[in-house]
């Protein structure tokens, strides 16, 4: 019951009602998959808790990971795993199903926005250097955007974009290097989902393991 109403709260009510056709449940299965088999290979990743492709809220499939322990900051590598595994699933998907959906457009939201948040904010690449090239976005008020200033010139800006494409790039090659050597935990992966639905910790662990 505990398990359930967690689930609930974190992912959003099931969505039991809703059937997908057979080929959008193959790819939310590998799309899962392929966030999860990522977690599971990088480190400073949080462990992979439960995988599953039952519609929940707005999402067809879930990855969810859950933390260890608290923590009060992120560090250069576990962001960079982040910004992997949230690659994982359109990877995935392009590899075993030689398709794109639409359902990997929040993964990059998440995964652009971090290496922004790397580059402009955190001061962690060599070529800008610890300094901040974004405003306080935290400080919003009515109007702001029409008299929002900026003290950058267009040539850091640039540079600023090429360094989150840097990061971008490195970091998917990743992700499809770890996907496309490891096809085989992907298929085994998939075909668990696509049995079961819903498989956990323990059952991604078997899977690693063969």
Known sequence: ??????DKIMMGPERKSMVMPEEERKNTAYHEAGHALVARLLPKTDPVHKVTIIPRGRALGVTMQLPEGDRYSMDKGRMLSTISVLFGGRIAEEVFMDQMTTGASNDFE????????????????D???????????????LGRSVTKTTNISEETMQ????????????QY???????????????AMAKALLEWETIDAEQIDDIMAS
Do not use: C, W
């Not at 019951?1 to 967690?6: G, L, N, T, W």
């Not at 540079?159 to 490195?170: G, L, P, T």
């Open 1 to 6: 019951d505990f398990e359930k109403a967690k």
């Open 110 to 125: 998440r995964a652009t926005q971090i290496a922004r948040d790397m580059v402009t904010r955190y001061g962690m690449t």
């Open 127 to 141: 070529e800008l250097g610890p300094m901040v090239y974004a405003e306080n976005e935290g400080e919003v008020f």
């Open 159 to 170: 540079k600023v974009d090429a360094e989150v494409r840097r990061i971008i790039d490195e």
């Open 173 to 187: 090659a990743l992700a499809r290097r770890l996907i496309e050597e490891h096809s085989d935990k992907m298929h």
